[in-house]
């Protein structure tokens, strides 16, 4: 079975924990030991015999607080797929931890509260997910229990986050009407809502078709280290971030220029003809050049851009404003350089996508910076 890894997203209270709790119950996806505590610590008599969301939000602070703080993973399986999923808070405070959870993600689902319609920090959200590249969106419009199944609701939801995805450029957005406490249209159909038609949650997420990297993309292999056990060999270790590489493929070493030739491939379990992204390789060449942490190969015939000047969408996570007199550090790939903000191109409106012009960049605020950097660096 392939895996699918998703994530959370939206505003406070619109019941993500509750949702992954109801996925992980409905389909039988969490052990007895976990359920007794979550019935044990179930405060609330109005949630039921057990507060779902208690699966998910596991901290003291999160449970006396009735939100979720921290990045929460939960792992199961269908007989159809594997998941991997990312709980992620919705308070503004804890942006950051939504960030982090959804790097990795190949979907988010993105819950809206059928009452309160589409908010400012589920526009955040679903903004940060595009820069992410997430490529799969669900808009999942909860708590229609709350609004008594309407659908004209239902419909101006789904309206108005059409026309903010447009401006995004988002294409792969699905639709999902759901009540995460009662279970329609999680895991199984809800007959509250004979209007609709179109799969439960579960079904869209074990079907849905995931858009990995294409190995077709030229060689991107940032060096992590150099291995050196013996005077007799000499070889550089790293994880493949795109493209294919094969035995006797001509590489170029960045920022040197030069040129060499794929010697061996080789991994822990021995040595291949051929690898592609994320594989975890070392490379070992044909001429003794100089290569080491930081640097990077890749396909001769097409190079990326190596520059000390660049512009980045950011959205800034310090409680301290984004300050264009002050020096910052910058990773990138497996490297540290210094790097300094030109200036501020713009500042994005969350709620219109407006640009404004703006002297810094506030917590959780999202703008276009240029940046310049004391070391060139290889970009695409």
């Not at 950011?314 to 300050?323: C, K, N, T």
């Not at 350089?337 to 501020?344: E, F, G, L, Q």
Request: proline content about 4%.
């Amino acid at each position: 079975m392939d895996l699918l890894r998703f994530s959370t997203a939206g505003s406070v209270d619109d019941g993500k924990s509750t949702l992954i709790g109801r996925l992980l119950y409905d389909s039988k996806g969490i052990f007895e030991d976990q359920l007794e505590a979550a019935k044990l610590a179930t405060r609330n008599e109005s949630v039921g015999e057990v507060d779902l969301s208690l699966l998910t939000d596991g901290l003291r602070a999160e449970r006396e607080q009735g939100i979720t703080i921290d990045v929460a993973y939960r792992y199961f399986a269908t007989p159809r797929r594997k998941f991997i999923i990312a709980d992620t808070p919705g308070h503004e405070q804890y942006t950051r931890n939504m960030a982090t959870g959804a790097s990795t993600a190949d979907l988010a689902i993105v819950l809206v509260d059928a009452r309160h319609g589409v908010l400012v920090q589920s526009k955040r959200h679903t903004h940060i997910a595009s820069l992410l590249g997430i490529p799969e969106l669900v808009v999942a419009v909860n708590k229609m229990d709350l609004v008594d199944y309407d659908q004209e609701t239902f419909q101006r939801i789904k309206t108005e986050f059409q026309e903010f995805a447009a401006k995004l450029g988002v294409r792969r957005l699905t639709f999902v009407p759901i009540s995460a406490l009662h279970g329609d249209c999680v895991v199984h159909p809800g007959a509250a809502m004979p209007w609709y038609t179109g799969p439960t949650l579960l079904d869209f997420l074990e079907t849905v078709k995931i858009h990995k990297p294409s190995t077709r993309q030229a060689l991107r292999f940032p060096v992590q280290t150099v291995l050196r056990p013996n005077l007799d060999f000499r070889a550089f270790a790293g994880q493949i971030a795109s493209g294919t590489v094969r035995h006797g493929d001509i590489i170029v070493a960045l920022p040197s220029g030069k040129r060499s030739q794929v010697k061996r491939i080789h991994t822990y379990d021995g040595g291949l003809q051929y690898a592609h992204e994320p594989m975890s390789v070392a490379l070992q060449l044909e001429d003794e050049i100089d290569v080491s942490r930081g640097d990077m190969l890749v396909a001769e015939q097409a190079q990326p851009t190596v520059t000390q000047e660049f512009a980045a969408d950011l959205v800034w996570m310090s409680e301290a404003a984004l300050d264009p007199s002050r020096p910052y550090l910058l990773k990138h790939t497996t490297r540290n350089v210094r790097a300094r903000v030109t200036h501020i191109v713009h500042r994005v409106d969350v709620s219109s996508l407006d640009k404004h012009h703006a002297p810094a960049l506030d917590l959780n605020e999202i703008g276009r910076v240029r940046f310049t950097t004391n070391q060139p660096l290889y970009l695409d």
